[in-house]
């Protein structure tokens, strides 16, 4: 089921453009949605959560339009949202903090409950009356995400959230995500492609303002098919390499001829689909 | 682009109007944050903590005038009440600002003006607090005090009112501006207002329009005669508050008729009780003002306790027993057959607000003749403050100089002096010792008495009301008494009753009575 749908979207702050005619459509499962810094996928999400709006385009998300107050309403009552840094008032409890967050999302009867069960599955019941300030990184995190869970949103969007977390809380964020994304829809915006490939069925790839693909994780690993490959030595030319565990280089690019090709990752499309010159500038 | 199969279904009707239970939900928590705030525990501990050492470390507390404490209480109350409410307010509507949670914050349902609004019920309880306070300090106060008086629930309510009005101005700042230092300066800038706009509107109507409202009188007063206009000064400043409520609101984004009719009503009830409130007292009040200060035994209960009828205002005859019990510690010391005469202590008030145009003779001749219209004259007077050894060293004086002397302070008007009588060589010293030995810390509060109203002359005076000097006491014979004081009361006492005929006889000196009462002679004497 379609939840959003974006036609032509554009947005431009003072001389910079922002996002420039993005179209995109949702559906229910979790959709990653990968960019460099700067490619506007923040703003791109503050749009759909309805905190800014668009300059120009068409926006459609569960059905309401975002563009009038009553649409805007309707769609932040079934919304769930994780800003990038989303900030914690420090001197709540855990439980405290999501009380606060549930009434402001008009959360009245059974609201306690409701706090409850989205502690609960964040993993978090046992840290509920701890004050925010003495939970880790990741702790801080799962709060976001249950605040994000509260009133079990049909659209949730997740504004990097796995940034900061060590391995093991990102894969147990990783868990949380994937049993999320069952029955809604949930647009995941990360750095780490392994976030893409281990939960998402769906991905974006936004740069410079524009969507530059948009499907599955597969497809996206699809456009380095053929053009990734081992050898002994760094290749000249390629759009990127790098020195791998058992010491031979993992290139992307043109291979000479007997290359030994292998099967490219999320990772080698996306780099194949981000401009090359900005990659090298990068490396240098 | 991929294909639109099917869309979620939208919200068909849109509930636009925030959940007033939401809205409740909201402002409990806020109280409950609010309350437990360190800056608002700070603020009710000191608040209860200054009433509760007052009454410790000053002594008037003890015997508290109950229409003027609730001022008094009012004023303390905005301070501390009101300077928490000011900033925990400020601090609530900064939160998300603070802690950086907008990201999250502005998307969520509730509108910006209803949590706008949850903030200011928040503080509500915050004033009923407050007001819970201030009934208790009252309640406690007229149990188990000697208090004289009522308060005026208007008054009463001044407190808990700015507590809102101070609260609602930190919501508002919050509404105006980001900065989470703006609020602790506002307050400075209220507690600087407090100390200069006294002088700064000679303490004139204007000081009305100011959240503390107008002086207080010079002297207690009974009830009757204060003429606050509190109930007018109560409702603007809840005027005032629901002013900046309503901006606050707007600010945050609220419109509609309901916000219009608010604001306008508050505007309207702020202009009407605002200028209500700075009209002077009517001509009813100064004429009842006029008459209790010259016919003061018209207004007065009366109790006689063995050879002494003491004369209080409505409300302050619960201090009869306090005055009784000096008084009966001088007469204690005197010889029996210098204690025949009948004593009167009548209360009077003199306020000079109220006495314009009356010069102080007249204003003692009007009294002597009330005393003498009322069949008890010459009483001698005593004014609306005790507690702090004062009022009870002056009592203590005129009555020992009554007893010592043996005049009976009917002398016509005309010989009366300004300045008083004198109590020289042996009478000075007995006046002054049996005035000091009247009650307990006399002596020191002679010694500040002495230090603090220092006569011209030299010596030292005991007023009547604070006003008018009836007995003075050359400094040799003070610095004898003073000695005198420092021994033993039982020797000193039984050397006055043994010498009581050589003391108070007219050509005693200090030095004579220095050696009489066994301490050392005065380096000089006085020529009365």
């Given amino acids: ?268 499309g996306y780099l194949m689909l981000i401009d090359a010159a900005s990659l090298a500038g990068s490396a240098a | 682009m991929t294909a639109v199969l099917a869309e979620a279904p939208g919200t068909a009707a849109v509930d636009a109007a925030p959940s ?19 800056v608002t525990i700070g603020a009710t501990v000191l608040l209860a903590g200054s009433w509760v050492s007052a009454w410790f470390l000053i002594e008037t507390s003890r015997y508290p005038v109950l229409q003027d404490l609730d001022r008094d209480s009012a004023i303390s109350m905005m301070i501390l009440l009101g300077g928490a409410a000011l900033i925990v307010g400020n601090l609530a509507v900064l939160r998300a600002h603070r802690d950086g949670t907008t990201g999250l914050s502005q998307v969520l349902i509730l509108p910006e003006y209803t949590r706008t609004l949850a903030h200011l019920l928040a503080m509500l309880p915050l004033a009923l607090v407050g007001a819970v306070l201030i009934v208790a300090r009252m309640a406690v106060l007229a149990l188990y005090a000697p208090a004289a008086g009522q308060p005026n629930p208007y008054e009463l309510a001044i407190g808990p009112a700015t507590v809102l009005l101070l609260g609602a101005l930190g919501v508002l700042l919050g509404r105006l501006t980001r900065s989470a230092v703006v609020a602790p300066l506002a307050l400075l800038v209220l507690l600087a207002g407090l100390v200069v706009l006294e002088p700064l509107t000679n303490r004139g109507t204007a000081l009305w329009l100011a959240p503390q409202g107008g002086p207080a009188l010079e002297m207690p007063t009974p009830v009757a005669l204060i003429a606050r206009p509190a109930g007018a000064h109560l409702g603007y400043l809840l ?68 050879h002494v009828t003491y004369c209080a205002f409505t409300g302050f005859s619960s201090w009869v027993p306090a005055w009784n019990t000096v008084v009966q510690a001088v007469v204690d010391q005197v010889p029996a057959t210098a204690r025949s005469a009948q004593l ?108 603090d109203a220092r006569d011209p002359r030299g010596g030292i005076s005991f007023d009547e009301n604070e006003r008018f000097p009836r007995v003075y006491v050359p400094a040799a014979e003070f610095g004898v008494a003073m000695q005198a004081l420092a021994r033993s009361r039982t020797d000193i006492a039984a050397r006055v009753q043994q010498s009581w005929a050589t003391l108070t006889a007219p050509g005693t000196t200090a030095a004579q009575a220095a050696q009489i009462l066994g301490v050392p002679a005065p380096a000089t004497s006085t020529a009365c």
């Fill in chain 1, 1 to 268: 089921m379609t939840t959003v749908r974006a036609e032509g979207l554009s947005l431009r702050f003072g001389r910079t453009t922002a996002l420039e005619d993005v179209s995109l459509t949702l559906h229910d499962g979790v959709t990653g949605l990968l960019g460099p810094n700067g490619a506007g996928k923040t703003t791109l999400l503050r749009i759909l959560a309805t905190a800014i709006p668009a300059d120009a385009g068409q926006l459609r998300i569960l059905g309401a339009d975002p563009g009038n107050a009553a649409g805007r309403l309707a769609v932040r009552r079934r919304l769930g949202y994780l800003p990038q840094n989303p900030g914690f008032h420090q001197h709540f409890t855990a439980f405290e903090f999501l009380d606060y967050i549930a009434i402001l999302k008009e959360i009245v009867d059974g609201r306690h409950d409701e706090v409850r069960r989205v502690l609960h599955a964040v993993g978090l019941d046992d840290q509920r009356g701890k004050k925010i300030k003495a939970l880790s990184g990741g702790m801080r995190q799962r709060v976001g995400l249950a605040a994000a869970l509260l009133d079990d949103p049909a659209l949730m969007i997740l504004d990097e959230p796995t940034v900061g977390l060590d391995p093991e809380q990102r894969l147990r964020f990783r868990e949380l995500i994937a049993q999320i994304g069952e029955g809604r829809t949930v647009l995941l915006s990360t750095h780490q492609t392994e976030d893409v490939s281990t939960v998402c069925q769906r991905v974006l790839v936004l740069n410079q303002g524009q969507i530059r693909f948009e499907g599955e994780p597969v497809a996206l690993a699809g456009l380095a098919r053929g053009r990734v490959w081992t050898g002994p030595a760094r290749a000249e030319g390629a759009l990127a390499a790098w020195r791998t565990g058992n010491g031979d280089y993992h290139n992307i690019g043109d291979p000479p001829t007997g290359a030994r090709l292998v099967e490219p990752s999320i990772e080698d």
């Fill in chain 2, 20 to 38: 007033r239970r939401a809205l409740l939900a909201l402002a409990r928590v806020e109280l409950v944050r609010m309350l437990r705030h360190p």
């Fill in chain 2, 239 to 306: 005027g005032l508050a629901g002013l900046l409520a309503v901006t606050a609101v707007l600010r945050a984004g609220a419109r509609g008729v309901r916000v219009a009719v608010a604001g306008a009503v508050a505007l309207a009830v702020t202009v009407a009780l605002g200028t209500a409130q700075l009209s002077p007292p009517s001509s009813d009040v100064a004429a009842a003002r006029t008459a209790v200060m010259n016919h003061p035994s018209q207004h007065q209960t009366c109790q006689q306790i063995e």
């Fill in chain 2, 344 to 451: 009167t202590v009548r209360q009077r008030i003199a306020i000079l607000n109220f006495d314009r145009g009356v010069r102080p003779e007249q204003r003692l001749a009007i009294w002597r003749a009330d005393d003498a219209a009322a069949g008890t004259p010459g009483a001698i007077g005593i004014a609306t403050r005790w507690g702090d050894g004062r009022e009870a060293a002056y009592l203590a004086a005129q009555v020992a100089y009554r007893l010592v002397t043996g005049q009976t302070g009917e002398e016509p008007a005309g010989q009366q002096s300004l300045d008083g009588a004198t109590a020289c060589g042996g009478v000075g010293v007995l006046v002054l010792w049996l005035a000091g030995q009247a009650s307990t810390g006399a002596e020191s509060r002679l010694r500040l008495l002495a230090k």
